[in-house]
Protein backbone atom coordinates (compact mmCIF):
# COMPACT_ATOMS: atom_id res chain seq x y z
CA UNK A 1 0.00 0.00 0.00
CA UNK A 2 0.88 3.61 -0.87
CA UNK A 3 2.67 5.47 2.42
CA UNK A 4 0.73 8.27 2.21
CA UNK A 5 3.02 10.01 4.59
CA UNK A 6 6.22 9.92 2.84
CA UNK A 7 4.08 11.09 -0.33
CA UNK A 8 4.13 14.70 0.50
CA UNK A 9 7.78 15.05 1.31
CA UNK A 10 7.97 15.84 -2.42
CA UNK A 11 6.20 19.07 -1.39
CA UNK A 12 9.62 20.10 0.37
CA UNK A 13 11.59 20.62 -2.92
CA UNK A 14 10.16 23.36 -4.38
CA UNK A 15 11.12 22.43 -7.69
CA UNK A 16 9.14 19.14 -7.64
CA UNK A 17 6.08 18.60 -9.75
CA UNK A 18 4.05 18.47 -6.34
CA UNK A 19 5.02 22.12 -5.39
CA UNK A 20 4.79 23.54 -8.84
CA UNK A 21 0.93 21.59 -8.69
CA UNK A 22 0.23 23.10 -5.45
CA UNK A 23 1.63 26.52 -6.28
CA UNK A 24 -1.53 26.49 -8.88
CA UNK A 25 -3.86 24.60 -7.08
CA UNK A 26 -3.42 27.75 -4.00
CA UNK A 27 -3.68 30.39 -7.24
CA UNK A 28 -7.23 29.05 -7.65
CA UNK A 29 -8.02 28.66 -3.94
CA UNK A 30 -7.32 32.00 -3.91
CA UNK A 31 -9.05 33.43 -6.52
CA UNK A 32 -12.65 31.56 -5.54
CA UNK A 33 -12.50 33.57 -2.03
CA UNK A 34 -11.84 36.52 -3.86
CA UNK A 35 -14.79 36.04 -5.72
CA UNK A 36 -17.08 34.33 -3.43
CA UNK A 37 -20.00 36.63 -2.25
CA UNK A 38 -19.88 38.65 1.20
CA UNK A 39 -20.08 36.58 4.50
CA UNK A 40 -19.63 33.32 5.46
CA UNK A 41 -17.49 30.96 3.34
CA UNK A 42 -18.12 27.09 3.92
CA UNK A 43 -14.45 25.22 2.15
CA UNK A 44 -14.90 21.57 1.85
CA UNK A 45 -11.41 19.89 0.81
CA UNK A 46 -11.92 16.12 0.59
CA UNK A 47 -9.21 13.56 0.54
CA UNK A 48 -7.34 16.69 2.28
CA UNK A 49 -3.34 15.00 3.36
CA UNK A 50 -1.74 17.49 5.41
CA UNK A 51 -3.84 20.78 4.36
CA UNK A 52 -1.52 22.50 2.47
CA UNK A 53 -3.83 23.59 -0.52
CA UNK A 54 -5.74 25.92 1.92
CA UNK A 55 -2.91 26.66 5.17
CA UNK A 56 -0.85 27.52 2.69
CA UNK A 57 -3.21 30.24 1.08
CA UNK A 58 -5.60 31.19 4.34
CA UNK A 59 -3.22 33.45 6.61
CA UNK A 60 -2.89 36.12 4.01
CA UNK A 61 -5.69 35.88 1.95
CA UNK A 62 -8.36 39.06 2.77
CA UNK A 63 -11.19 37.01 3.57
CA UNK A 64 -9.84 34.53 5.80
CA UNK A 65 -11.99 35.20 8.66
CA UNK A 66 -15.14 34.79 6.57
CA UNK A 67 -13.80 31.19 5.92
CA UNK A 68 -15.05 27.97 7.95
CA UNK A 69 -12.81 25.04 6.42
CA UNK A 70 -13.21 21.79 6.94
CA UNK A 71 -10.63 19.32 5.61
CA UNK A 72 -11.22 15.44 5.57
CA UNK A 73 -8.51 13.04 5.53
CA UNK A 74 -8.88 9.69 6.43
CA UNK A 75 -4.55 9.16 7.57
CA UNK A 76 -4.56 9.90 11.04
CA UNK A 77 -1.35 11.31 10.81
CA UNK A 78 -1.77 13.49 7.65
CA UNK A 79 -4.50 14.87 9.51
CA UNK A 80 -2.78 15.12 12.79
CA UNK A 81 -0.19 17.50 11.01
CA UNK A 82 -2.77 19.38 9.07
CA UNK A 83 -4.39 20.14 12.58
CA UNK A 84 -1.03 21.30 13.75
CA UNK A 85 -0.21 23.28 11.06
CA UNK A 86 -3.74 24.91 11.21
CA UNK A 87 -3.14 25.80 14.58
CA UNK A 88 0.54 26.54 14.03
CA UNK A 89 -0.92 29.56 11.19
CA UNK A 90 -3.36 30.86 13.69
CA UNK A 91 -6.28 29.44 11.88
CA UNK A 92 -8.35 28.31 14.59
CA UNK A 93 -11.33 28.14 11.92
CA UNK A 94 -10.16 25.26 10.08
CA UNK A 95 -11.83 22.35 11.45
CA UNK A 96 -9.67 18.58 10.11
CA UNK A 97 -11.64 15.37 10.43
CA UNK A 98 -10.30 11.79 9.99
CA UNK A 99 -12.89 10.42 7.75
CA UNK A 100 -13.51 8.86 4.75
CA UNK A 101 -13.89 11.32 2.40
CA UNK A 102 -15.89 9.06 -0.48
CA UNK A 103 -18.96 8.74 2.21
CA UNK A 104 -20.65 12.58 2.16
CA UNK A 105 -22.57 11.48 4.90
CA UNK A 106 -19.44 12.28 7.34
CA UNK A 107 -19.31 15.86 6.23
CA UNK A 108 -23.19 16.58 5.48
CA UNK A 109 -23.59 18.78 8.50
CA UNK A 110 -21.32 21.49 6.63
CA UNK A 111 -22.73 21.14 3.06
CA UNK A 112 -23.27 22.69 0.50
CA UNK A 113 -19.85 24.36 -0.20
CA UNK A 114 -18.92 27.87 -1.38
CA UNK A 115 -15.82 26.32 -2.10
CA UNK A 116 -15.32 22.76 -3.04
CA UNK A 117 -11.71 21.11 -3.44
CA UNK A 118 -11.36 17.51 -4.87
CA UNK A 119 -7.55 17.37 -5.14
CA UNK A 120 -5.15 14.34 -5.36
CA UNK A 121 -8.31 12.04 -5.99
CA UNK A 122 -8.91 11.66 -9.70
CA UNK A 123 -5.22 10.35 -10.13
CA UNK A 124 -5.91 7.65 -7.58
CA UNK A 125 -9.47 6.33 -8.88
CA UNK A 126 -11.03 4.86 -11.69
CA UNK A 127 -12.49 6.55 -14.16
CA UNK A 128 -16.10 5.44 -13.55
CA UNK A 129 -15.14 6.91 -9.63
CA UNK A 130 -14.05 10.03 -11.50
CA UNK A 131 -17.20 10.80 -13.22
CA UNK A 132 -18.99 9.82 -10.00
CA UNK A 133 -17.78 12.07 -8.10
CA UNK A 134 -17.98 14.76 -10.69
CA UNK A 135 -21.66 13.91 -10.92
CA UNK A 136 -22.29 14.57 -6.93
CA UNK A 137 -20.69 17.98 -7.25
CA UNK A 138 -23.35 19.99 -7.67
CA UNK A 139 -25.02 18.49 -4.50
CA UNK A 140 -21.87 19.02 -2.29
CA UNK A 141 -22.06 22.94 -3.80
CA UNK A 142 -24.06 26.11 -3.14
CA UNK A 143 -25.01 27.74 -6.31
CA UNK A 144 -22.06 29.98 -7.52
CA UNK A 145 -19.20 27.63 -5.41
CA UNK A 146 -15.86 27.24 -6.78
CA UNK A 147 -14.56 23.46 -7.50
CA UNK A 148 -10.48 22.69 -7.62
CA UNK A 149 -9.41 19.74 -8.97
CA UNK A 150 -6.60 17.77 -10.24
CA UNK A 151 -5.57 15.34 -12.35
CA UNK A 152 -2.37 13.91 -14.35
CA UNK A 153 -2.36 13.88 -17.94
CA UNK A 154 -0.36 10.90 -18.48
CA UNK A 155 -1.82 9.08 -21.68
CA UNK A 156 -4.42 8.35 -22.30
CA UNK A 157 -5.05 11.75 -21.07
CA UNK A 158 -8.44 12.12 -19.44
CA UNK A 159 -8.48 15.18 -18.42
CA UNK A 160 -10.64 16.54 -21.81
CA UNK A 161 -13.62 14.02 -20.45
CA UNK A 162 -13.17 15.41 -17.38
CA UNK A 163 -13.93 19.05 -17.67
CA UNK A 164 -16.27 17.77 -20.12
CA UNK A 165 -18.18 16.20 -17.20
CA UNK A 166 -18.04 19.05 -15.08
CA UNK A 167 -19.36 21.32 -17.68
CA UNK A 168 -22.68 18.18 -18.14
CA UNK A 169 -23.01 18.88 -14.42
CA UNK A 170 -23.67 22.55 -14.50
CA UNK A 171 -19.99 24.23 -14.05
CA UNK A 172 -18.85 27.13 -15.94
CA UNK A 173 -15.04 26.49 -16.13
CA UNK A 174 -12.79 29.32 -14.87
CA UNK A 175 -9.46 27.90 -14.93
CA UNK A 176 -7.22 24.75 -16.56
CA UNK A 177 -3.79 24.46 -16.62
CA UNK A 178 -0.41 22.85 -16.19
CA UNK A 179 3.25 23.85 -14.33
CA UNK A 180 5.23 24.98 -16.91
CA UNK A 181 7.87 22.66 -15.73
CA UNK A 182 5.11 19.86 -15.26
CA UNK A 183 2.92 19.49 -18.18
CA UNK A 184 1.98 16.19 -17.34
CA UNK A 185 -0.33 17.30 -14.39
CA UNK A 186 -3.04 20.03 -14.35
CA UNK A 187 -5.28 22.08 -12.12
CA UNK A 188 -8.81 22.71 -12.94
CA UNK A 189 -11.39 24.80 -11.51
CA UNK A 190 -15.08 25.45 -12.40
CA UNK A 191 -18.09 27.69 -10.81
CA UNK A 192 -21.50 25.79 -10.73
CA UNK A 193 -24.00 28.17 -12.27
CA UNK A 194 -26.85 25.87 -11.72
CA UNK A 195 -28.04 22.53 -9.78
CA UNK A 196 -27.52 19.20 -12.29
CA UNK A 197 -31.05 18.34 -13.75
CA UNK A 198 -32.80 16.24 -11.81
CA UNK A 199 -31.36 12.23 -12.49
CA UNK A 200 -28.26 13.74 -13.69
CA UNK A 201 -25.85 13.37 -10.53
CA UNK A 202 -27.58 16.06 -8.67
CA UNK A 203 -30.41 17.11 -6.72
CA UNK A 204 -31.10 20.05 -3.79
CA UNK A 205 -27.60 21.75 -3.42
CA UNK A 206 -26.53 20.35 -0.10
CA UNK A 207 -28.90 17.18 0.18
CA UNK A 208 -27.68 13.96 0.00
CA UNK A 209 -29.97 13.41 -2.38
CA UNK A 210 -27.90 13.56 -4.86
CA UNK A 211 -24.29 12.11 -4.41
CA UNK A 212 -25.87 9.14 -2.17
CA UNK A 213 -28.90 7.99 -5.17
CA UNK A 214 -28.56 9.63 -8.42
CA UNK A 215 -24.13 9.80 -7.95
CA UNK A 216 -24.03 6.51 -6.49
CA UNK A 217 -26.03 3.70 -5.20
CA UNK A 218 -27.15 3.37 -1.83
CA UNK A 219 -24.14 3.00 0.89
CA UNK A 220 -21.91 2.87 -1.85
CA UNK A 221 -19.03 5.47 -1.72
CA UNK A 222 -18.27 8.11 -4.48
CA UNK A 223 -14.57 6.33 -5.24
CA UNK A 224 -12.19 3.82 -4.02
CA UNK A 225 -8.64 4.61 -3.85
CA UNK A 226 -6.71 2.22 -5.72
CA UNK A 227 -4.32 -0.10 -3.79
CA UNK A 228 -0.57 0.96 -4.93
CA UNK A 229 3.04 -0.64 -3.73
Not at 27 to 47: E, I, K, M, T, Y
Amino acid sequence: MRDWVAWHEPYDDLSSVLSARLRLVQAQLADALDHAPAGLVRLLSLCAGQGRDVIGVLPTHPRRDDVSAVLIEANAENAETARRNAAAAGLPQIEVRQADASRPSGYADVLPADVLLLCGIFGNVSDADIQRTIAAAPALSAPGATVIWTRHRRPPDLTPQVRAWFREVGFAEVSFSSPENAPKTAVGAGRLRRAAASGGGGGTPGSLDGPESAAARPGEPLFTFRSRT
